[in-house]
């Protein structure tokens, strides 16, 4: 089984609210990943979670809060987003840190208004 | 830094014909290589990856990629198509040990396959 799953499939929000993006896996895999992808583009990473510490931001602007409360569940916290952050939030993990395979989950697609 | 560039937007192929997506790698160190597929409004699934050893790897569906150092190529192929593998492909490197724990992917900017009927 490679299942990853991601809640909501999708999310309407306002620029003032907060809400949560949830993604879980069952595999035992120890690393999780947090990509965006725009519409027509590949998805680009965000962060990098490896054995619950984040190991990798890649510059993201602080109203996306990711947290990873144990080895199964990633969660990344919106707050204050803008109309630019409506993107397809694709949540992956991997067996280990050593370039094994990403699965995927079927993402959240996020529209901010 | 790592980077994978996919020349096409587009390849169209006529269903049972034989289908290549192409994909170049540019990289410091061995190439951690990946093909995945997208299909709409979906996530990515996995069909393939080099790491070591054998230049032609099988994946997925019945596709295959053959690796080739010395064209720095990775070319996803498929003996005959169906229609149902049209969708949006994904060549992807292993980003390089920066963040002492795993590494994210870059990826390609994506090839849409048409298989036409």
Known sequence: ??????????????????????????????????????????????????????????????????????????????????????????CASSQGTGGETQYFGPGTRLLVL | AQSVAQPEDQVNVAEGNPLTVKCTYSVSGNPYLFWYVQYPNRGLQFLLKYITGDNLVKGSYGFEAEFNKSQTSFHLKKPSALVSDSALYFCAVR???????????????????????
């Open chain 1, 1 to 90: 089984d490679t299942e990853v799953t991601q809640t909501p499939k999708h999310l309407v929000m306002g620029m003032t609210n907060k809400k949560s993006l949830k993604c879980e896996q069952h595999m035992g895999h120890r690393a999780m990943y947090w990509y965006k992808q725009k519409a027509k583009k590949p998805p680009e990473l965000m962060f990098v979670y490896s054995y619950e510490k984040l190991s990798i931001n890649e510059s993201v602007p602080s109203r996306f809060s990711p947290e990873c409360p144990n080895s199964s569940l990633l969660n990344l916290h919106l707050h204050a987003l803008q109309p630019e952050d409506s993107a397809l939030y694709l």
């Open chain 2, 95 to 117: 980003d390089l040990g920066r963040g002492g724990g795993a590494d994210g992917l870059t990826f390609g900017k994506g090839t849409h396959l048409i298989i036409q009927p």
